[in-house]
């Protein structure tokens, strides 16, 4: 079955130290994957894409991604965190031959400790 | 940068009412979709629009919803007879050549069924 997994629920590190967020899924192919943002109150904001090529991928706000093939992982980098980073974050997948429409993870809500 | 803009941000109703929440896409975007979020879970998709049909929706997109671009800018959803479960945030999103591309998401409607 088509699945996206988000291990952790809730990750608390500290401003200026590097965060890591985890994301997986289950699928006999590559698919489309995404980060996505959303701050309290806010929509969701895109942060990176990875569709095919280069593995690491960077995005917006100095956030990073690593697609790891073997591992069916798709992980989530920033070396340092800022205050400002606290947010919910949703690893989302779009399954070729799965339709038009992106599968989200159940989300990491980041708290950032000054 | 180009915005999704959805209307209102919070709506409370009672139910078995119907309610509209509207959308005003990015203005070149061809594909078009909602989601919703209930508190404390994923991100669910509901519908997909494309040349002014639906092109896919999930078991959640039941007959007591619809939705309509009535003049080639807003896209609205719209829930019949709402019940208390409906209590969710809902979200617009649009894209210019399909979920590929990665969405552009509004900032949400809080919806409150009492």
């Known amino acids: 079955a088509q699945s996206v997994t988000q291990p952790d629920i809730h990750i608390t590190v500290s401003e200026g130290a590097s965060l890591e967020l985890r994301c997986n899924y289950s699928y006999g192919a590559t698919p489309y994957l995404f980060w996505y943002v959303q701050s309290p109150g806010q929509g969701l904001q895109l942060l990176l894409k990875?569709?095919?090529?280069?593995?690491l991928v960077q995005g917006i706000k100095g956030f990073e991604a690593e697609f790891k093939r073997s591992q069916s992982s798709f992980n989530l980098r920033k070396p340092s965190v800022h205050w400002s980073d606290a947010a919910e974050y949703f690893c989302a997948v779009l399954f070729t031959g799965g339709g038009n429409k992106l599968t989200f993870g159940t989300g990491t809500q980041l708290k950032v400790e000054l | 940068e180009p915005e999704v803009t959805q209307t209102p941000s919070h709506q409370v109703t009672q139910m078995g009412q119907e309610v509209i929440l509207r959308c005003v896409p990015i203005s070149n975007h061809l594909y078009f979709y909602w989601y919703r979020q209930i508190l404390g879970q994923k991100v669910e998709f509901l519908v997909s629009?494309?040349?002014?049909?639906?092109?896919?929706k999930s078991e959640i997109f039941d007959d007591q919803f619809s939705v309509e671009r009535p003049d080639g800018s807003n896209f609205t959803l719209k829930i019949r007879s709402t019940k208390l479960e409906d209590s969710a945030m809902y979200f617009c999103?649009?894209?210019?050549?399909?979920?590929?591309?990665?969405?552009?998401f509004g900032s949400g409607t809080r919806l409150t069924v009492v």
């Open positions: 990875y569709f095919s090529g280069d593995t």
């Open positions: 999103a649009s894209s210019e050549q399909g979920a590929t591309d990665g969405y552009t």
């Open positions: 629009f494309y040349n002014n049909e639906i092109s896919e």
